[in-house]
């Protein structure tokens, strides 16, 4: 028998989701394969925000060591993008891998291979690359280049200047951090 509440709520969800769900919206972006035997980037699965990149050489970061690997890609991406390279949670969650400088940004002006800079942040173990591995992922996104207008003083806003775990939520917080000094 039909189960005429569940068939509502089913279609009002159906129906609200096609209506509230924007186009999903994609930008070509030219590539140059460096190293002709990597794949392309690509998104594991539909809706992923960030497209797999491969490592070209094999590598073996020792516990804290961090290491720089090539991609096999080159991109142009359109005045008006950027791109970032993020780890993979999988590797940070399970090896301790991550990117040093996360996230790497890939200006819309550069032209060179991608490469990755990597760490193992584990404490005892080794990571073992191996080349073709998936060991980062690459954003694409919008960005603006701000025009900085000096002005002699900002207006108020709510937060003010509290920054640095102003709004708590952990014990620690109360402390102060640890700042540089001036000369
Ligand atoms: O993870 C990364 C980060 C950067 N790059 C490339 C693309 C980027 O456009 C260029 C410069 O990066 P960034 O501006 O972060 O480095 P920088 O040390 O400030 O170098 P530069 O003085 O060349 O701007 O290096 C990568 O291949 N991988």
Redesign the pocket.
């Known amino acids: 028998m039909l189960d005429v509440a569940a068939f509502g709520r089913a279609h009002t969800f159906n129906h609200l989701f096609r209506v509230v769900s924007p186009p999903v919206s994609t930008v070509q972006v030219l590539l140059s394969r460096i190293d002709p035997s990597v794949p392309l980037p690509a998104y594991a699965r539909p809706g992923d925000a960030g497209a797999d990149l491969v490592t070209t050489s094999d590598l073996v970061l020792a516990p804290g060591e961090r290491g720089v690997v090539g991609t096999g890609v080159a991109i142009a991406l359109p005045p008006g993008y950027a791109g970032f390279?993020h780890p993979r949670s999988g590797l940070a969650a399970r090896v301790g891998l991550s990117?040093v400088?996360t996230?790497?940004?890939?200006?819309s002006?550069?032209r060179?291979?991608?490469?990755?800079?990597l760490i193992n942040h584990d404490l005892s173990e080794k990571v073992v690359l191996t080349r073709g591995d998936r060991i980062a992922q690459l954003v694409v996104q919008r960005v603006e280049q701000a025009e900085f207008v000096e002005v002699a003083e900002l207006e108020p806003s709510e937060r003010g200047e509290g920054g640095y775990g102003s709004t708590g939520g952990h014990a620690t917080l109360g402390a102060g951090a640890r700042e540089g000094t001036e000369n």
Not at 112 to 117: D, L, Q
Request: proline letters at 6%; glycine letters at 18%.
């Open positions: 390279v990117v400088n996230p790497g940004t890939i200006d002006g550069y060179g291979e991608i490469r990755v800079c």
